[in-house]
Structure formats: C-alpha cells, structure tokens
C-alpha cells in the first residue's frame, strides 16, 4: 500500500524554504519544491501555485531576494536567495519549531486514561 501524501501544517513551508534556500544557495520556485519533495522522499508534494505564494510573501517581509538568471534549461527564471534578515528569522522560526514539536511529543506520550 502507498504512504499517503502529507499536508504541510501552516507555517512550516516558510521554515521549509528558508532552510532549503540557507542549505542549497539561490534556487528557482520549481527547485526549491522539487528539493523539499525530495528530502521528504516524496512524502511531502508542494503544488507551485503554493510555493509561489510562500516566496512572495518571503519577499515582502524581506526575508529572501530574487534575482533573475538563466536555468538549467536555458530558460529565464527568478532564483531566490536568503537574505541576512532571512537568516535571523531562520534561526528563530527553527527555535520555534523545536520547541512546538517537543511540546507535541510530549503530549503525544501522555497515558490515556481509560
């Protein structure tokens, strides 16, 4: 039986992007969703019309900075690149993240009364 594709949880694609964008260097829209499919092993499926929201909303907070140049085939496109605000809110949206996800562990672990 396949695994079922999973939903993003509201918030995590920004963290998602940032990470990716810190990691990889500037990547096209196209790349950055295939790159997180991929590290989910295609667990996670980010539709474009999705990720090309995410990164105009991380533009207008400042957070990454386009720039056109030339993809691997050849084609114009608009890669994005981290920008030193980005980096500030990678680390706190990480710290966030750990803390929220150990919370939820934790709850997860508690004994069902019965």
């Known amino acids: 039986m396949p695994e ?3 939903d993003i949880l509201q918030g995590t694609l920004d963290l998602m992007v940032l990470k990716t964008l810190e990691a990889m260097g500037p990547l096209h ?6 790159r997180i499919e991929q590290l989910s092993n295609d ?9 090309y929201l995410c990164l105009v909303r991380l ?7 386009p720039e ?4 691997e085939n050849n ?20 710290e ?7 919370l939820i562990g934790k709850l997860l672990q508690l004994n069902t009364a019965k």
């Open 43 to 51: 667990a996670l499926l980010i539709n474009q019309g999705t990720i």
């Open 29 to 34: 829209g196209y790349g950055i969703a295939r």
């Open 75 to 94: 084609r114009r496109a608009r890669f994005y690149s981290i920008s030193k605000t980005g980096r500030k809110q990678l680390i706190a949206e990480t």
């Open 96 to 102: 966030n993240w750990e803390r929220i996800s150990g």
């Open 59 to 65: 533009m207008q907070k400042g957070w990454i900075v």
């Open 68 to 71: 056109w140049g030339t993809s």
């Open 4 to 6: 079922a594709k999973s």
